[in-house]
């Protein structure tokens, strides 16, 4: 089993920055693939960002160029750092942990979520 914490989520101007974060705990976490995905009020959970136990990386064509994944493997935290944030960007951020590479959208273990609200 693997528990994650999602945290950094919150209010801010189009055009700001936010950077989440991600704790794991349970399973060794540089044993698989994490990722990033969020959903919008009414849309479907869309992926926006993986990365490999080995730092390899993984973006949606919507996050790319305006994000950043990284992960910590001594401090069993992932990251998303997001730049020039967009109304659009407005969604329930959700880390997910279990993938065997970072072009599946099969996960096995999920966070709760932390919303990011962008403001125009």
């Known amino acids: 089993q693997v528990q994650l914490v999602e945290s950094g989520g919150g209010l801010v101007q189009a055009g700001g920055s936010l950077r989440l974060s991600c704790v794991a705990s349970?399973?060794?976490?540089?044993?698989?693939?994490m990722g990033w995905f969020r959903q919008a009020p009414g849309k479907e959970r869309e992926f926006v960002a993986a990365?490999?136990?080995?730092?390899?990386?993984y973006y949606a064509d919507s996050m790319k160029g305006r994000s950043t994944i990284s992960r910590d493997n001594a401090k069993n935290t992932v990251y998303l750092e997001m730049d020039s944030l967009k109304p659009e960007d407005t969604a329930v951020y959700y880390c997910?942990?279990?993938?065997?590479?970072?072009?599946?959208?099969?996960?096995?273990?999920w966070g709760q979520g932390t919303q990011v609200t962008v403001s125009s």
């Open positions: 990365i490999s136990w080995a730092r390899n990386t």
């Open positions: 997910a942990a279990g993938a065997s590479n970072i072009y599946t959208r099969k996960y096995d273990y």
């Open positions: 349970g399973r060794p976490f540089t044993s698989y693939a």
